[in-house]
């Protein structure tokens, strides 16, 4: 039977993480383990923690940072210390306050595993399901996370990856051959997911699962969240400050992405991977042919409208 490692990181949740924490109680698969690895939470989730882990000590296990490490760095660390300690089959990350459907692991399972037999288990994959968004109480605001966000869920290759990431951790699941992949912890990594879909993208392959398999709540606290149309327009107007250095950040991830694995990418990999990094020490001019040439584009026309004019 697979075993299925889960990654969750955890930080002044208290709100929410019961709901969390109970629905993967009852999930159908049962051969999983939960590792927990708390940020330095000063509201009662550690002694929510313990609790379950009292409960279920050979399941649940609970890690305490020395120091805080964000959301990024937590996850990843997180996942080198399972890879490290003992061999899973597949590895999941799990926000502290989404809920899980029961037959969630189940599904994703099943199709990574369809893949498996198509390029083989020691091939890095990488599957990602569809979410519904709800507000704080579980009330259904969008039925489509990736509907919602106008996210292209067929364009998972490298190159669009470099410049948007379309498979949130929450809702992936991959194998071991692409945990074992990450044995250094990226400095420049902007969001955990991100990177793990960007080693899918280079080493293997990603599939996707249009039926949801969790809820996902968006409530103040929420790092990262679910986005209207026009909020995304709103945005692109009121900060394009933010916008710029965004783009910026993800040219600096994918330089650090090449100098770790460089050695390992093809020809054309490090090609494109480098062009991409340096797109700011291009012109203007320059920095737009490249973006049309390499396919470094985002899902949808007003959204490269947005790239091409902030460039």
Not at 38 to 47: E, P, Q
Not at 84 to 102: L, N
Request: aromatic share 10%; net charge positive; glycine share 4%.
């Amino acid at each position: 039977m697979s075993k299925v490692q889960i990654i969750m990181a955890s930080y002044c949740g208290e709100a929410y993480l019961r709901q969390q924490l109970d629905s993967i109680l009852i999930l159908q698969e049962k051969n999983w383990s939960l590792l927990i690895c708390d940020d330095g939470s000063t509201d009662n989730t550690i002694s929510i923690l313990k609790e379950y882990n009292e409960k279920m000590p050979n399941q649940i296990q609970i890690h305490q940072n020395e120091t805080n490490l964000g959301v990024t760095k937590n996850f990843l660390s997180g996942l080198m210390t399972c890879v490290k300690e003992e061999k899973s089959d597949y590895y999941m990350f799990c926000d502290q306050d989404d809920v899980w459907f029961a037959g969630r692991i189940s599904i994703m399972l099943k199709r990574i595993k369809k893949m498996e037999k198509i390029y083989g288990k020691d091939c890095p994959l990488l599957v990602f399901s569809d979410a519904i968004v709800t507000d704080e109480k579980l009330n259904i605001k969008r039925p489509s996370y990736h509907k919602t966000q106008r996210l292209n869920v067929k364009k998972t290759d490298l190159e669009h990856l470099l410049m948007e990431n379309k498979c949130s951790g929450c809702m992936m699941l991959f194998n071991h051959a692409l945990a074992s992949k990450v044995t250094i912890l990226p400095d420049n990594a902007r969001f955990h997911d991100w990177w793990i879909s960007l080693i899918a993208a280079a080493f293997g392959h990603i599939g996707y699962i249009k039926e949801p398999t969790l809820f996902y709540r968006q409530h103040k606290k929420n790092l990262v969240g679910s986005t209207t149309r026009l909020d995304y327009i709103k945005n692109g107007i009121t900060q394009i400050q933010k916008q710029k250095k965004a783009l910026s950040l993800t040219q600096i991830q994918a330089a650090e992405f090449l100098k770790i694995y460089q050695k390992e990418l093809s020809k054309e990999m490090r090609i494109k991977m480098k062009t991409f990094s340096l797109l700011s020490q291009r012109s203007p001019l320059e920095r737009r042919i490249l973006i049309f040439k390499f396919h470094f584009l985002k899902s949808t026309i007003l959204q490269n409208i947005g790239v091409l004019l902030l460039i």
